[in-house]
Each structure stands twice: as structure tokens, then as C-alpha cells.
């Protein structure tokens, strides 16, 4: 389903059959990298589908999907700048697909607010970093998963040194007055999320 929205995106910007595989080819590889856990194209796979429930609301269908494809296509746990060498080669990619610069613009915006997460003039953003973290209000199984495979992603660090930092992001989404900036995603997710936050914590 990844592959055959991916390609069908791209043939709006280019004919080349070759470019096209390649690309997808390129996420496959990134995404699927065994030093991943989390940041997998499973990831990916629930981004698309809770984006497709507000699909609706969307302005710009086109570059939110640039945005999913390439938000987490550079990702090294160690490094703090994933999120700007991400942006650097979606910038990159579609530049070599002719999309406008318009939506490179929009989209590596996009990618660039999901690392701090706080709310967007443009609401497009607003419904994708929302989707990003929606994994949080997940059931507690499915979040359990989800932060056992984030510590997996860490497990360069020692509890010692794990820990606390990330105590400290769960605190932060915690003192939030909303984790979620659309009423959509705030409706759905909010209260599980707040809960799923502070059993970590307790478990930490």
C-alpha cells in the first residue's frame, strides 16, 4: 500500500520509471535499517491511515504525503539533527521530481515541526505532527510496544543515562494544557495519551 501511494504520487511530477523505484527503493532501505525499531515503515504505514481519516480536512493532500514519506528518512538516535537532514533530502528528491517549490517549502516546514511539536498557523502541519504522536494515545498494549521499541532504538545508552532523558520528554508532553492541536486527534487521543505518559513515567 506504501509503495503503490508512493509511486502514484510521484507520477503527478515525473514520467521516469526508474527515478520513481529508486526513490521508494530508498525509503525501503532507510526505514527498514535493523537499527530501527519504531521509526519503521510500520510507522509510517499508521501515519498514512489516521491521515486518511481526516483526509477531509486536508489542504494539501500532495505534500502531507511527501511529508510522511520523508519525515523520518534520516534517523540516528545519537544525532539531534534528524529532522533538518531529513528536510535537506526531501528537498532533494523532489526537486528531482519537479514538484514546485511551493510545496518543498510546506513540506520541509512539516518535517521540521515534528521536532518540538507546538502548534502551526497551518493546519496541515497541526493534522500531521498530530498524527505523528498519536501512537501515544494508543491502548496501553499497543503503547507499551511502542516505547519498549523506542528504548530499543536507545539501547546505545545505559537506563542510568536513558531514564531521565526520557522522563524528561514524557514530563514535557505531560505539562502540556493539549498533547493534540486538532479538536480531531485532541477528541480521539488526548486522554488515553495523558495516561499511557504517566504509567511510563511509573514504570521508569
Not at 519504531?38 to 489542504?59: A, C, M
Request: proline fraction near 1%.
Amino acid at each position: 500500500m506504501l509503495k503503490e501511494t508512493f509511486i502514484e504520487l510521484l507520477k503527478k511530477y515525473t514520467d521516469n520509471d526508474r527515478l520513481k523505484n529508486e526513490l521508494w527503493t530508498e525509503i525501503e532501505k532507510n526505514y527498514s535499517s535493523k537499527k530501527r525499531h519504531y521509526h519503521t515503515l510500520q510507522h509510517l504505514d499508521n501515519l498514512f491511515s489516521q491521515l486518511t481519516d481526516v483526509k477531509g480536512e486536508i489542504q494539501n493532500w500532495e505534500t502531507i504525503l511527501f511529508t510522511l514519506f520523508y519525515h523520518d528518512i534520516i534517523y540516528n538516535s545519537i544525532k539531534s539533527d534528524n529532522e533538518e537532514k531529513s528536510a535537506k533530502l526531501a528537498e532533494k528528491r523532489m526537486k528531482q521530481t519537479s514538484v514546485s517549490k511551493e510545496k518543498i517549502e510546506l513540506c520541509k516546514k512539516q518535517i521540521l515541526a515534528t521536532k518540538s511539536h507546538i502548534e502551526s498557523t497551518d493546519s496541515d502541519t497541526n493534522y500531521f505532527t498530530d498524527a505523528d504522536l498519536s501512537i501515544l494515545g494508543q491502548s496501553w498494549e499497543t503503547y507499551s510496544l511502542y516505547y519498549k521499541n523506542v528504548r530499543k532504538e536507545y539501547s546505545i545508552y545505559p537506563s542510568l543515562v536513558y531514564n531521565p532523558g526520557r522522563k524528561k520528554v514524557l514530563n514535557h508532553f505531560l505539562s502540556m494544557d493539549r498533547i493534540f492541536k486538532t479538536d480531531f486527534f485532541y477528541n480521539k487521543f488526548e486522554i488515553q495519551a495523558k495516561r499511557n505518559l504517566q504509567q511510563e513515567i511509573e514504570s521508569l
